[in-house]
């Protein structure tokens, strides 16, 4: 076993000296920091190394391999899919653990390139030729460093790894197509799916209906549009044979019970006064006997948000500056161990300062890892609801408990979370726990990925839009952009840290106006390790500290000389400003600053733009003192 170094960087230049093409990668993001792709055909030189590892620009940043020309890795990300490479793929000494699965180190092979190949639905990805894979010694989100194993008696050279064949590749890329729910018989598929669609017809199913179940016939080289016209053609030839034709379709008992309950009811709303309000169980996101989602791309913190409004509802303490009585909460986290959920509400509670008796007999935490929790499946290519629902609703009304998280919420299912009809009752499913069970179901969801970075909306949440339609209130958790990362004052190589809500879908409740920005902080528990834990962040102020006095002694400076609007100007105006103030324009964060400063100066006549020729008798924009006669300021 090779330990990680103290930092990525240290680890960053074993992997250099061996050869390898690492480069600087975002501290919090699976993404270079650097136009990369030169790299696939050159060596990384000696001094551009030195440069990632002693620049500031790249201080606290992860590292990544440069796949394909050294190595080809193989990233398992769950225990089965690491199971499953080790059974059928060449033994390999040199891996790497990472915060979910594995990743398996091979040579590259001179004979046969591998291409880099992801997919999000794909159990196991390949990182070849045009990839990237982040390097051991590097700190994920969560805090869980890459850690390097190299097996005993092996010294794990990459150049004496073995390399994967183009069978090996095969391997995975069948491993990876969905399998048919439903294994054709001896007689051939066409002949099982005519019985089975008559069988359908026979029980009274509508054409929808059966259609919502062909996608699991589908057979590897066909299309679901394909296995649709099939499904059309069978459902057709079973009516016009009048197998839908039952003597009976219902008895006169089954009509009687629920001829009442279809009855018309006339409206009577009585007393306004008298209406129940709705319960709110936490803010304005959790609602008793609702649903609501929490919908972000990967590495936002959406998992360490839920898990501090879980303490702070446990303990009735406003960890994140939203008042509210104790709770019980019950997570479900299905992607972390336990002892991974244990050392990050560890840190939450060492952060805030939250004492174990405060939220002793309301919080009670369970990890997929131990056992999962799967409401529905495909069985015989029809979607089913399993008995776990039942078995958590009931615990849910054992132990009174106020919300229940699920995280993610694809783990909860085996259903084609594509398939609308499918993911409606899944989604039914948990709101009628939700409403029998007289709690909230907070459901926490994936985007698709975004693209050229990009954030993406709740409307951008992967699958079928039954789950968001369904939700009464959905928000979306978006990471700092650049932009704001300058006006905000924060570092670029810091922005990860940062993020904040917006864009919610709220059916009960107008949206709020103002958006919650949060920071990430890093929290050090007593066995050592790092934890991230969020908490309030206030967007600062540029006029704070700002006086009648500054405003004035940058309009004098701004009447002596010849400032241009051009922020890339070397008389940009800005700098003026910055002389005044004392700061120092070149920092990113002060130029961001600087430039509200100008933006609403401007906006209210103290400063104006000026369109007029230069020297060199070029029309430019300049800046000069307003007509204002004077900067009013509370």
């Known amino acids: 076993m090779i330990e990680a170094p103290a930092t990525p960087a240290e680890k960053a230049r074993e992997l250099f000296e061996q050869g390898l093409t690492i480069i600087p990668a975002h501290p919090h993001q699976k993404i270079p920091l650097i136009p990369w792709q030169k790299y696939q055909s050159k060596e990384v030189t000696v001094d551009e190394f030195e440069y990632f590892t002693s620049s500031a620009r790249f201080a606290n940043c992860n590292f990544a ?23 059928n793929l060449p033994y390999t000494p040199r891996t790497v653990a990472t915060a979910r699965g594995r990743h398996f180190y091979y040579q590259a092979n001179p004979n046969f390139d591998i291409s880099n190949s992801t997919d999000p639905e794909a159990k196991i990805d390949v990182r070849g030729k045009g990839g990237i894979v982040i ?42 197509k969905p399998k048919p729910l439903v294994e054709a018989s001896e007689g051939g ?9 008559g069988s359908q017809v026979q029980a009274g199913l509508t054409d929808e209906d059966i259609l919502r179940t062909a996608t699991g016939w589908t057979q590897p080289g066909y299309t679901h549009e394909q296995t649709f016209a099939e499904f059309k053609v069978a459902i057709k030839g079973a009516r016009d044979k009048g197998w839908d034709q039952s003597p009976e379709v219902a008895t006169a008992e089954e ?37 609501s989602v929490t919908v972000a791309a990967g590495g936002t913190g959406k998992t360490a948000l839920t898990l501090t409004e879980a ?21 479900w986290n299905l992607e972390d161990p336990l002892d991974e959920l244990k050392r990050r509400l560890a840190g939450i509670a060492v952060h805030h300062g939250v004492e174990a008796h405060e939220y002793a007999g309301n919080l009670f935490v369970n990890s997929g890892r131990d056992s999962s929790v799967v409401i529905a499946e495909n069985r015989g290519g029809e979607p089913i609801i399993l008995p776990a629902a039942d078995i958590i609703l009931n615990y849910i009304k054992q132990h009174a408990i106020d919300v229940i998280i699920v ?21 039914k499913t948990w709101g009628k726990i939700a409403e029998q069970g007289n709690c909230a179901v907070e459901l926490v969801h994936h985007v698709r990925k975004a693209q050229n970075g990009q954030s993406a909306s709740y409307g951008d949440a992967r699958g079928a839009s039954a789950l968001t339609d369904a939700a009464r209130h959905v928000r979306r958790l978006m990471s700092m952009t650049y932009e704001e990362a300058r006006n905000g004052g924060v570092d670029e190589a810091d922005r990860w840290r940062y993020s904040r809500e917006g864009d ?29 834990v969020p908490e309030p962040w206030e967007w600062p102020d540029p006029f704070a500290e700002i006086t009648v006095a500054d405003l004035n002694a940058v309009q004098t400076a ?8 051009d922020v890339r100007s070397k008389n940009w105006a800005g700098i003026a400003i910055a002389d005044v103030l004392g700061l120092d324009a070149a920092l990113a964060e002060n130029k961001g600053k600087i430039k509200q400063l100008l933006a609403v100066w401007i906006q209210n006549r103290e400063l104006k733009v000026v369109e007029r020729a230069d020297a060199s008798r070029h029309m430019r924009k300049h800046i000069e003192v307003g007509d204002a006669a004077k900067w009013m300021i509370e």
């Open 65 to 87: 391999h440069v796949t394909g020309k050294e190595i080809v890795v193989i990233d398992a990300d769950s225990a089965d899919a690491e199971a499953w490479v080790r059974e």
């Open 135 to 176: 390097a051991a010694g590097s700190v994920h989100a969560s805090g869980a460093i890459y850690q390097e194993t190299i097996d005993k008696g092996v010294d794990g050279d990459w150049r004496e790894l073995p390399m994967l064949s183009a069978a090996d590749i095969d391997k995975i890329s069948a491993e990876n």
């Open 189 to 197: 598929w066409h002949d099982d799916m005519i019985r089975y669609v």
């Open 255 to 291: 009509i009687a019970q629920i001829t009442d309950a279809l009855a018309p009811i006339a409206l009577d709303i009585g007393s306004i006064a008298a209406l129940p309000k709705r319960e709110w169980v936490y803010g304005r996101h959790y609602i008793r006997k609702f649903l």
């Open 311 to 331: 303490m702070a509802m446990a303990s009735g303490i406003p960890l994140l500056g939203i008042e509210t009585p104790k709770r019980k909460v019950w997570v």
């Open 407 to 427: 995280d993610p919420f694809v783990s909860s299912h085996k259903l084609n979370e594509n398939d609308n009809g499918a993911m409606d009752l899944v989604v």
């Open 504 to 532: 919610s879908k709220d059916n009960l409740a107008p949206p709020s106006r103002d958006s919650s920005w949060r920071q990430m902080i890093s929290v050090q528990l007593d066995n050592g390790d790092n934890v991230g």
């Open 558 to 565: 701004i009447g002596k000389g010849e400032w241009r609007e």
